[in-house]
Nanobody, 125 residues
Framework: QVQLVESGGGLVQAGGSLRLSCAASGRTFSLYPMAWFHQAPGKEREFVAAISGNGGIIYYADSVEGRFTISRDNAKNMVYLQMNNLKPEDTAVYSC??????????????????WGQGTQVTVSS
């Protein structure tokens, strides 16, 4: 059974930075893509960033391109999201997700099988 546990959320002022971490367990981590999604109150879950199993393919949502960086450490079964220059509109619950198929990096929720419980990020203006 795959388990994903996020950490690193919190309250930060606009322009600040946070680093989210996600610890994975349960299957061969390096084979599967990982992604971060976020969900703001009253809104649907949205794609933020995704990374392939070997880290060679990375996608970002337009809204975070140039500000956020996704990375992974396969030796530690960890995936990270470095968030810089945070904006109030980044406020949401951030969840990591593990992909359904090896070698395919998706950007839609249905392409990810397993989800963490989420961590709250709040950016004040």
């Amino acid at each position: 059974q795959v388990q994903l546990v996020e950490s690193g959320g919190g309250l930060v002022q606009a322009g600040g930075s946070l680093r989210l971490s996600c610890a994975a367990s349960g299957r061969t981590f390096s084979l599967y893509p990982m992604a971060w999604f976020h969900q703001a109150p009253g809104k649907e879950r949205e794609f933020v960033a995704a990374i392939s199993g070997n880290g060679g393919i990375i996608y970002y949502a337009d809204s975070v391109e140039g500000r956020f960086t996704i990375s992974r450490d396969n030796a530690k079964n960890m995936v990270y999201l470095q968030m810089n220059n945070l904006k109030p509109e980044d406020t949401a619950v951030y969840s990591c997700a593990e992909g359904s198929r090896p070698l395919y990096v998706g950007t839609r929720t249905q392409e990810y099988d397993y989800w963490g419980q989420g961590t709250q990020v709040t950016v004040s203006s």
